[in-house]
């Protein structure tokens, strides 16, 4: 199994980067990709996800109408792309990709809930937003 996170960089503050995921060798049909951002020092977040077979997506309010995530199903990536950055989205970004089990309704970044044991990860793409 392989998730490629790609597109991290130096931005100013306003200005705008596109992230991107490709995965290969999944072994689930139905399952998320989700990005989270972790700075140093700091607990890891969730951002955003996609169910892969609906396309539906969601976000946390810290990036809700700034930040938009997509599919491209052809290829097996998905796109994070972020507007309006602020020097508080510097982070790692991660991109996860996870098997559908459970879904919740309470307040989250994303309703489908994740569990470690079905989890794969990429390596992180640094964003630095500077002000």
């Known amino acids: 199994v392989q998730v490629v996170e790609s597109g991290g960089g130096l931005v100013q503050a306003g200005g705008s980067l596109r992230l991107s995921c490709t995965t290969s060798?999944?072994?689930?049909?139905?399952?998320?990709m989700a990005w989270f951002r972790q700075d140093s020092g700091l607990e890891r977040e969730g951002v955003s996800c996609?169910?892969?077979?609906?396309?539906?997506?969601y976000y946390s309010d810290s990036v809700k109408g700034r930040f938009t995530m997509s599919r491209d199903r052809a290829n097996n990536t998905v796109h994070l792309q972020m507007n309006s950055l602020k020097p508080e989205d510097t982070a790692m970004y991660y991109c996860?990709?996870?098997?559908?089990?459970?879904?919740?309704?309470?307040?989250?970044?994303?309703?489908?809930?994740?569990?470690?044991?079905?989890?794969?990860w990429g390596q992180g793409t640094q964003v630095t937003v500077s002000s």
């Open positions: 996860a990709a996870y098997r559908v089990v459970e879904v919740t309704t309470q307040k989250s970044f994303c309703p489908y809930i994740r569990r470690d044991e079905s989890t794969f």
């Open positions: 060798g999944l072994p689930f049909d139905d399952y998320v």
């Open positions: 996609i169910s892969w077979s609906s396309g539906f997506t």
